[in-house]
């Protein structure tokens, strides 16, 4: 198999589904998205919104932040790809004109009669030919798109001269992945295909670090703007993602409590889990 980002070769992974690169370290999965299809592991969705808010909605913060300091346009239009339960667009739409996209019609819908303007449908398919935008933003949605130069060419057709496609996603270098990876390998597969969301109506087909998103993202005529690390793991929010991940025993859920909470500061000196990259198309020559 040919490494989508470098055309090296690809050799086998941890497992049969999975593959990587040895000259950029890019990674895939062969694991086929099923949304809107009944999930093999059903999903409290309302569990699940408390468990993963406190912590993206931080997030999303500081990445709206890091957009404001590269767009100059004014009153710039920015489009989120896969804007799901629409907390992106809520912490962007002070500062730009906003749209969402969402392929999931139930989540989509909610966030719609919540008064968000979303679209329903996939990228690009659902937005208009000639429509342009200033930002594009994908939030934990790139690492699912298997066809992802497509999904790039459309985004440089649809972003104005300079203007900026965010990518927030996982990454191959966080702690988290890299102990998934140590246990998969010891026989303990769970964590590596969590981490991968194997068996999840929208698996991850992708995991790339800083440096070989960089590399496949600059092909498709982009100039890198920024990347930084987003803190994987917060105080806040811990016990509701807990709660949510395991079905633990009261007991066995306040100790990973106050293990995870007490390793929070020693963790930040590993690579987070989480990127977020920003880069600029490369105006017309
Ligand atoms: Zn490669």
Redesign the pocket.
């Known amino acids: 198999m040919t ?1 989508i ?2 055309g ?1 070769s690809q050799i086998a992974g941890l497992t049969g589904w999975h593959a990587r ?1 040895l ?2 370290r ?1 990674e895939s999965a062969a694991l086929t998205p099923a949304i809107n299809a009944p999930s093999a592991v059903p999903m409290d969705e309302a569990q699940r919104e408390a468990a993963l808010k406190a912590l993206r909605v931080e997030n999303f913060n500081t990445i709206v932040g890091y957009a404001r300091q590269h767009v100059s346009a004014s009153n710039p239009r920015l489009l989120d790809v896969g804007s799901a339960h629409g907390w992106f667009l809520e912490a962007a739409r002070g500062q730009f004109d906003v749209l969402g996209v969402e392929p999931d019609a139930e989540v989509g819908g909610r966030a719609a009669a919540r008064g968000l303007p979303v679209r329903s449908g996939y990228f690009p398919d659902a937005v208009g030919r000639d429509e342009r935008f200033d930002a594009i933003v994908f939030n934990d949605v790139i690492e699912h798109i298997p066809d992802i130069h497509s999904a790039l060419a459309a985004c440089h057709a649809h972003l104005n001269d300079g203007g900026i496609l965010i990518l927030n996603l996982p990454n191959s270098r966080g702690f988290f992945y890299r102990v998934s990876k140590v246990l998969a390998r010891i026989g303990w597969r769970g964590p590596f295909e969590r981490m991968w969301q194997k068996d999840m109506p929208s698996p991850h087909v992708h995991y790339f670090d800083p440096r ?1 998103l960089r590399e496949l993202v600059l092909k498709q005529g982009f100039t890198m703007a920024k990347t930084a690390e987003l803190p994987a793991l917060r105080a806040e929010g811990l016990m509701e993602r807990l709660r949510y991940v395991g079905k633990a025993a009261p007991v066995s859920l306040y100790l990973q409590y106050i293990v995870i909470r007490c390793a929070i500061p020693v963790l930040s000196i590993f690579p987070s889990d989480i990127i977020v990259s920003i880069f600029k198309k490369k105006a017309a020559s």
């Open positions: 490494c980002v470098c090296g690169c000259g950029c890019y070989n």
